[in-house]
């Protein structure tokens, strides 16, 4: 019976610091329709200031104050300068608020170091009650009645006072409530503020909850907020507390009971929920991108480049250089792969490294398991091609049906599973440890497999050029540009998805499997996020729906990070690379929209336009002589 009751006391604490952090992520997309990817960020802005305000001044509810206050201007800056540019577009929002996502939790670094940071609790919250041989802790319901506190205030502020109704009726109808008069602009400041207070309160009460503090924890606690905000319903704020309390009674019990499947549970609970409660929502049309087909000197140039690329290594041989290109060259495909999703289609996928990890993970076992021979590696091939049209075929046909960022947080869902999959399955994956494996002879040589990358680099390329510039890919542009309408044109939109699902699928695991070979190495990072934001970055960087875009992004990506890397060596800025790369991804979405790429096309198509402009010469009348 103690430990029911310790289970149940310790999920109800969880759940209600998750509920602090879903909560404002509610309000937030219930009010405004933004999905804010950076909430995360400010759950771990508010354990940082709010513990080192406790540890200074000595007072704990010092040290609260100090962290709502953190939130609130955080969200402040959040909501005034980098969500209110793309209001109405959620691709954008996705990518602005991931980046901005890297940039907190790198500053978290930068400012209070990267290490973890002991949170002690106060001793007047610390020991416990014994009552009848059962133990509670202090601190554990003090969380749940500060929870508890905060839903019921919410709930007031809500239903009882003047904008309270003013935010229920933006929910309904933010036009209306705008009609008669209402700032709607300071009413989406207001609860965006609460929201970030909220969270950055739930970060100060998890530091002497689990002891230490650390700069990813955001991240962390914003996957298990999705999956409340999912659960309970995108806009409920009821609803969120309930499911918060189910996912820490279901994270509690299961982590007690069966420790290995606890948060694979809680994201096959939201992937089931979003499948079957959001199944009529139609996707979101992506960023409308100008793209154009190359003239023949393009192609020339595309010749001559690759040619310059071929010829590399036997007249400058560095084999530091080689490996990096060798990596560009990867990414350019994995990018590319990215490219059919995003810039080709307008899906935003948080899952792609499924599919890169799976061509990973394939070639590593066949290698490890069987002889590095040749006739091997190709059927390893053979088997990745096979596994990621299944995966990516059943996933594009539970997933493409949701709206945008619903799509966007069940691919995240489904990546996360073969992550803990990849963890747990030791007797093939080894683990997080992962392992080594042999290469068939013919990928052994550096310049052999540099070759070998840049061919399949540049047969990709040719080949998701015809697919984007066939009709099947005009189709895919079409759904991009306006869903609706092609739809209304007798095309099956779901079906052509599946298809772009599909193809990018592969591509992703060829990505992979080149990727594992170049390492001789493959560990359950290849599953991760990390991943799937490398090759959006490179993707937005060089030009969304270009393809060599993708190719130019992969390239800056790759050796920025090379570079930063040297540069780490003489100042400890650059050992916070991320926090380039994330304020890279807010003002490319912001400013640079069309990358590298698609902004010299449009540069291009205006002066032709302009050119194409008759000039009216002035003419002279006799009468003026």
Known sequence: MDVLINLSLNGLATGMLIFLLAAGLTLIFGLMDVLN????????????SGIWIYTSTGSFFIGIIGAILTGMILGIVTERWIIKPVYGNHVQQ???TLGLMLVLSEMLKVVWGPNQISAVTPDYLSGSWEFGGIIIIKYRVFIIAVGFAVFLAVQYLLKKTKIGLVVRAGVMNKEMVQSLGVNIQRVFMFV???????????GMLLGPYSGVIYADMGMEFAILAFIVVVIGGMGSFTGSVMAAILVGLSGSFMAYYVPDLALAANMLLMAVVLIFSHRAY?????????????????????????GFLAVLPFVYDSRSLLILLSQVFIFAVLAMSYDILLGYTGIVSFGHAMFFGIGAYTVGVFMKRFEPETSYFLLAVLVTILLTAVVSYFVGLLTLRLKSHFYAMLTMAFAGLFLVLAEKWRTVTYGNDGFTFRVPDFLKDRTDFYLIC?????????????FTN?????????????????ESLGYSVLQYKIIASVVSGVIAGIAGILYAVSLRFVNTSVFTMDITLDALLMTIIG??????????????????????????KVHWIFERWIIFFGIIYILAVMFFPQGIVGSLQKLKFRKKKKASVPVESETVSQGDL
Do not use: C, D
């Open 94 to 96: 996705i990518l602005i």
């Open 470 to 486: 066939s009709p099947l890919g005009r189709v895919l542009q079409a759904i991009r540009e306006n869903e609706q309408r092609t």
């Open 282 to 306: 139609s996707g979101q049309r992506g960023e409308e991108m100008m793209t154009r087909i190359f003239s023949n000197r393009m192609n020339i140039l595309y010749l001559l480049v690759a």
């Open 543 to 568: 030009g969304v729906g270009t393809l060599v875009g993708a190719i130019i992004g992969a390239g800056i990506i790759e050796f920025s990070h090379h570079w930063l890397t040297e540069l780490a």
């Open 192 to 202: 965006f503020m609460i929201g970030a207070g909220m969270a950055a309160l739930g």
């Open 454 to 466: 840049l061919g399949a680099m540049v047969i990709v390329f040719i080949l998701l050029k015809r």
């Open 37 to 48: 990817f950076a909430h995360g960020g400010l759950f771990a802005w508010g354990a940082y």
